[in-house]
C-alpha cells in the first residue's frame, strides 16, 4: 500500500473524528475577547457615520465580537457630500506631500502591527502568519506608492502631431471620489491597500467594507489619519450589501470592487449605467501545474501554501493541481503527509498553520463541494471532514483525487481548503483543461527548467503565473500589475496601472508658428501634397 492509498483508508476509516493536529495555544497567546475589547470598538468606530446598530462575529467562536454604526441610504449619500468637500482640498496638496502620508502610514503599521494582527485573527479566523501576509501586502503598496506615486502621476511630454511646432503634454487628474467595496477574505490588504494608490492620486475614497470585518479596515483610517490623511478624504459606511453597496456604486465617480464574480457583474452594470469605469477583482479556480522535473518535496511544500494559506479563502489560491502523471504518486504521498500535518488553531497569535473558515455559509459551500463529489466518485485523499472540536467553522484541509466534470467541485469556486488532483501525461491537454474555466486569475508551475517554465506560464490564460511558488511572489511585486482575465476581473491593481486607473488622463496640445490648415498662401490641394511629404517622411526618419 503506498502512502496516499493509507492516507485514504485512514480518512475512510477515522468517521469524522479528523486528523489533522490542533496547536497548542503558545505562551502569549489570547483569546478573541482579549484581542477585542469594547474600549476598541469604541476608539475605531468614534465618529463613523450611522444611525443604526449592526453587528459583527468572531468565527473563531462564533460569538459576536462588536456592535457597529450602520449606515442608512441618506448617511452615505452625507458620507459623499463630506468626501467631496474634502476632496478638492486634498487634491491641491502637492503629490509629493500627499505620498510621504503613505510612507509614514508605512512605518505606523509596522510599528504596531500587533493589534492589527489581532484585530484581523478575531474577524477573520485565519491563523497569524496568514494575518501578516496582509500586513507585508499593505506596507509593500505603501513603500511603492509613496516612492513612486510623485513619477507615475508627473506631466509626461509626447511627440506632438508635427516634431517641433506641436507640443504635447499628458496631465493626470484624480477622478474625484472613489466608491470602493472591499471583501471579509483579505480585510486589511483589500480595503486600504487598494485605497493607498487612490489617495495618492488625490481621491477621496468612500468605502464599504464587509461587515463582518469591518473593525480592520476602521483600524488602517485610525493609522492613515494620524499618518497625515484628513479625516473627511476616507469615509466609511457599514450596512448591508444589497442595501449599502449600490448606494455607492450610484454616488462614485469610480468604483473599485473585490468580491464573487455574480456581484462583480452588477456593479458593472450600475456603473456602466452612469458611464463610470471600474476595476474589479473577482473569483478564481486557479490550477498548479507540477512538471515531471520539479523538485517534488519543495512543490509539495509549496502546494500547501498555494492551496491552504486562510483555509483557502484567498481569490488566487490554488484549487486545482495537475500533476505529471510519471510523479504523480511520489508527489501526492508528500503533499498527503505534509497536509495531514497541517496544525488547526483556534487563538489569536502565532503558532498555527491554518484557522477556520469566516462564516457558516463559506463552511456550507465547502461541505456540499466535497459530499457531492464523494457522492460522484471522487475519493478523499485526507481531511474532507468539519472539525466542529476546534471551532465552530474549521474543517480539515483536504486533498480530493478522481473529480471529474459533473462534480462542482470541477468548475465551482470552492473558496475553502479543498484542492483536486488531475494526473497528465501529454502537456497541451494539461494546459487546455488548465484554460478551459470562466476564470482566469492566477496559476503555477513548477519546474526545474525555468525557461520551459516560463514558456509554458505565457500560454496560460490568468493575469498572474507563478513559477516555483503558489502566488506570493507574483502578488507581492508592487511594481508588476495583478488582475485577472475572463470572468476573473476587469482592471489591474498594483504598479502604474494600480494608481493611472484613479486618474483621468488630459491632453494638452500647443500648436506653434502655423496652424494645422492651409496657410501661407497654400491651397488646400498642395497643403495636402505637403502633408502627404510630410508623413512619408515621419515614416522615413521612424518617428513614432
Request: hydrophobic share 45%; with cysteine; aromatic share 6%.
Amino acid at each position: 500500500m503506498t502512502d496516499t492509498q493509507a492516507s485514504q483508508a485512514a480518512v475512510t476509516d477515522h468517521n469524522g473524528v479528523g486528523v489533522n493536529p490542533v496547536a497548542a495555544a503558545p505562551p502569549g497567546a489570547r483569546a478573541v475577547g482579549d484581542a477585542v475589547t469594547p474600549e476598541l470598538v469604541a476608539r475605531l468606530t468614534k465618529g463613523v457615520t450611522g444611525s443604526g446598530r449592526t453587528y459583527n462575529h468572531s468565527p473563531l467562536t462564533g460569538a459576536r465580537l462588536a456592535e457597529l454604526p450602520e449606515s442608512s441610504v441618506a448617511e452615505v449619500e452625507e458620507a459623499f457630500a463630506r468626501a467631496r468637500v474634502a476632496q478638492k482640498a486634498w487634491a491641491a496638496v502637492p503629490v509629493r506631500r500627499r505620498a510621504a502620508v503613505l510612507l509614514r502610514f508605512h512605518d505606523l503599521v509596522l510599528q504596531r502591527q500587533s493589534e492589527i494582527l489581532d484585530i484581523v485573527q478575531a474577524e477573520t479566523g485565519k491563523a497569524r502568519l496568514h494575518a501578516h501576509e496582509e500586513l507585508q501586502a499593505v506596507a509593500m503598496a505603501a513603500r511603492h506608492y509613496g516612492r513612486k506615486a510623485p513619477a507615475y502621476l508627473a506631466p509626461k511630454g509626447h511627440l506632438g502631431a508635427v516634431p517641433l511646432l506641436t507640443k504635447v503634454e499628458e496631465l493626470r487628474h484624480p477622478r474625484g471620489v472613489i466608491g470602493q467595496i472591499a471583501p471579509w477574505n483579505y480585510p486589511l490588504e483589500l480595503s486600504v491597500g487598494d485605497a493607498l494608490p487612490a489617495f495618492a492620486a488625490g481621491n477621496a475614497v468612500v468605502m464599504k467594507p464587509d461587515t463582518e470585518t469591518a473593525l480592520t479596515a476602521l483600524w488602517a483610517r485610525e493609522v492613515l489619519i494620524e499618518a497625515g490623511l484628513p479625516a473627511d478624504v476616507w469615509q466609511v459606511v457599514l450596512g448591508e450589501g444589497p442595501v449599502v453597496g449600490p448606494e455607492v456604486v450610484r454616488h462614485a465617480d469610480y468604483v473599485s470592487f473585490t468580491g464573487s464574480t455574480r456581484t462583480g457583474r452588477e456593479v458593472a452594470e450600475r456603473a456602466a449605467a452612469r458611464l463610470v469605469g471600474v476595476s474589479l477583482e473577482l473569483g478564481g479556480k486557479n490550477a498548479m501545474l507540477v512538471m515531471e522535473d520539479a523538485d517534488l518535496d519543495k512543490a509539495a511544500e509549496g502546494a500547501v501554501r498555494a492551496c491552504f494559506s486562510t483555509a483557502g479563502q484567498l481569490c488566487i489560491s490554488i484549487e486545482r493541481l495537475f500533476v505529471h502523471e510519471a510523479v504523480a504518486e511520489a508527489f501526492l504521498e508528500r503533499f498527503v503527509a505534509r497536509t495531514r500535518a497541517v496544525r488547526l488553531g483556534n487563538f489569536i497569535g502565532y503558532g498555527a498553520d491554518m484557522g477556520c473558515l469566516v462564516s457558516e455559509r463559506q463552511l456550507e459551500t465547502v461541505t456540499r463541494h466535497v459530499e457531492d463529489a464523494v457522492a460522484k466518485g471522487a475519493r478523499v485523499l485526507t481531511g474532507g471532514v468539519a472539525r466542529p472540536d476546534v471551532g465552530p467553522y474549521f474543517y480539515e484541509p483536504t486533498v480530493l483525487d478522481g473529480v471529474e466534470t459533473p462534480m462542482a467541485v470541477c468548475s465551482e469556486e470552492t473558496f475553502g481548503p479543498v484542492v483536486s488532483v488531475y494526473r497528465f501525461s501529454d502537456l497541451d491537454e494539461a494546459v487546455e483543461r488548465i484554460n478551459g474555466t470562466e476564470y482566469g486569475l492566477n496559476s503555477s508551475v513548477w519546474s526545474k527548467d525555468t525557461r520551459r517554465a516560463r514558456h509554458i506560464a505565457a500560454r496560460l490564460q490568468t493575469g498572474t503565473v507563478n513559477i516555483n511558488e503558489g502566488f506570493a511572489p507574483a502578488y507581492g511585486s508592487a511594481r508588476s500589475p495583478m488582475g485577472g482575465m475572463k470572468d476573473s476581473g476587469l482592471g489591474r491593481r498594483h504598479g502604474s496601472e494600480g494608481i493611472l486607473k484613479y486618474t483621468e488622463a488630459q491632453t494638452v496640445a500647443v500648436q506653434r508658428v502655423m496652424p494645422l490648415a492651409p496657410s501661407f498662401g497654400l491651397s488646400d490641394e498642395q497643403y495636402a501634397n505637403v502633408l502627404n511629404v510630410g508623413l512619408k517622411l515621419m515614416k522615413a526618419f521612424r518617428f513614432r
